[in-house]
């Protein structure tokens, strides 16, 4: 039976609406009747990161502005919609209930159920939305999948399509967090991710030794924050150092908000454009190995049949040609969305919807969650 899920996302700084057409249970179908985005990236890039009461204005004015879009384009399939899933969490709280109170009023006025929906559960059944997903499904089982985005850096065992471990996650900063400093010290906008792979691809990825952090260690659980302290090591102590006074930055992503002290030194000249482009490609390149040295002992640890990739950072073409790579070699099938679904949008959240359904492991509360975990 065909399921059409009207999906809302809010949790950060992209404002998401879609339509959804869902069927099948054993080898789940999707197809996007629409898919609309609105980022707030300009918005935000001045504060060099997220600024939440700034995001929840502008998702409190885009949300009306998308299904009007969507009304204007497709008003019969959204009378028609079978429910309305929303984001409840992880992320920005104001965010989120924004998102929360759009699609409650919005589900009342259809007269449809209201289905709350998990962020991260969206970002790793994101390669569903790939039409050659399918015809792997069946053998995909059990899959390792990897979870790279600005609030969370999560490994995951899936023993079939229903269950779910958790085999480890950062214990500071996530992947795409740290993306997003690095990119900071290098003068580079924000986002930082896009910033970086662009100014790598010019670089040398084994110029500078950047350490591979607890790569040695038994757990499956990453950190980052000694990987940008070493970036800006590097860069104070270069003979031409980037850095440039002392300041505060306020950094904030999908799962917090905090202030950190980020020490500037004096100038002593600007970088060549070679030193960042090394600087950069070898950056990118340590975060690459660490993540893919953690996911292959995961997979080989689970006797895993696959290994899904997902979330903003994995829209970084370098690696995932790597991680494709190192799975062919393995033997190993390797699934990721298409690039438009690796950063926040609103498909990803009818897929988690209908896959939780499909599950039959309860419902989320609709309710704001900011710290929901997967
Ligand atoms: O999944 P996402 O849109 O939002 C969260 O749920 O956090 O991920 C956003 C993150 C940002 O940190 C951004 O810098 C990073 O994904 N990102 C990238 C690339 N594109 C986006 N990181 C590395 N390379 C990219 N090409
Ligand atoms: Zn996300």
């Known amino acids: 039976m065909m399921m059409r899920i009207l999906a809302i996302e809010t949790t950060c700084d992209e404002t998401g609406i879609a339509l959804v057409e869902a069927s099948g249970s054993e080898t789940p179908v999707f197809r996007i009747r629409a898919n609309l985005v609105a980022s707030q990236i300009n918005i935000h890039a001045p504060y060099g990161g997220v600024v939440p009461a700034l995001a929840r204005r502008e998702h409190e004015k885009n949300l009306p502005a998308l299904l009007a879009r969507l009304a204007a384009t497709d008003a019969r399939a959204l009378a028609a919609a079978d429910c309305v899933a929303v984001t409840v969490g992880p992320g920005l709280e104001p965010c989120l209930w924004t998102g929360i109170e759009f699609a409650k009023t919005l589900a009342k006025k259809l007269g449809k159920p209201l289905v709350g929906a998990n962020h991260l559960e969206?970002?790793?059944?994101?390669?569903?939305?790939?039409?050659?997903?399918?015809?792997?499904?069946?053998?995909?089982?059990?899959?390792?999948?990897?979870?790279?985005?600005?609030?969370?850096?999560?490994?995951?065992?899936?023993?079939?399509?229903?269950?779910?471990?958790?085999?480890?996650?950062?214990?500071?900063?996530?992947?795409?967090?740290?993306?997003?400093?690095?990119?900071?010290?290098?003068?580079?906008?924000?986002?930082?991710?896009?910033?970086?792979?662009?100014?790598?691809?010019?670089g040398n990825p084994n110029a500078i030794p950047f350490p591979r952090p607890m790569i040695g260690d038994k757990?499956?659980?990453?950190?980052?924050?000694?990987?940008?302290?070493?970036?800006?090591?590097?860069?104070?102590?270069?003979?031409?150092?980037?850095?440039?006074?002392?300041?505060?930055?306020?950094?904030?992503?999908?799962?917090?908000?905090?202030?950190?002290?980020?020490?500037?030194?004096?100038?002593?000249?600007?970088?060549?454009?070679?030193?960042?482009?090394?600087?950069?490609?070898?950056?990118?390149?340590?975060?690459?190995e660490t993540l893919l040295i953690k996911t292959l002992r995961a997979a080989e640890q689970a006797g895993a049949k696959s290994i899904?990739?997902?979330?903003?950072?994995?829209?970084?073409?370098?690696?995932?040609?790597?991680?494709?790579?190192?799975?062919?070699?393995r033997g190993l099938a390797f699934l990721a969305p298409p690039k438009a679904f690796n950063t926040d949008n609103a498909a990803m959240i009818a897929v988690a919807a209908y896959m939780k359904i499909l599950?039959?492991?309860?419902?989320?509360?609709?309710?704001?969650?900011?710290?929901?975990?997967?």
């Not at 950072?313 to 995932?320: F, G, Q, S």
């Not at 989320?364 to 997967?374: I, K």
């Open 122 to 202: 969206g970002h790793l059944w994101s390669f569903l939305l790939a039409p050659s997903a399918r015809a792997k499904l069946r053998a995909l089982f059990p899959a390792v999948a990897l979870i790279v985005s600005g609030g969370h850096t999560a490994l995951a065992l899936l023993p079939d399509m229903a269950h779910r471990k958790k085999l480890g996650e950062t214990r500071d900063d996530a992947a795409g967090e740290t993306f997003d400093k690095v990119a900071r010290l290098l003068d580079l906008p924000y986002p930082g991710g896009p910033e970086i792979e662009r100014l790598a691809a010019h």
């Open 359 to 374: 599950a039959g492991t309860g419902r989320y509360r609709v309710a704001a969650a900011p710290n929901l975990n997967l």
């Open 308 to 329: 899904l990739l997902s979330g903003g950072v994995a829209a970084n073409e370098t690696l995932k040609s790597r991680f494709r790579k190192a799975a062919r070699e």
């Open 219 to 288: 757990t499956l659980d990453f950190s980052f924050a000694g990987l940008k302290t070493s970036v800006l090591y590097h860069l104070r102590n270069s003979p031409q150092s980037a850095i440039r006074g002392a300041q505060n930055v306020a950094e904030t992503s999908a799962s917090k908000t905090r202030k950190t002290n980020i020490w500037r030194e004096e100038p002593r000249g600007k970088p060549s454009e070679t030193e960042r482009a090394d600087v950069a490609a070898s950056f990118q390149e340590a975060v690459i």
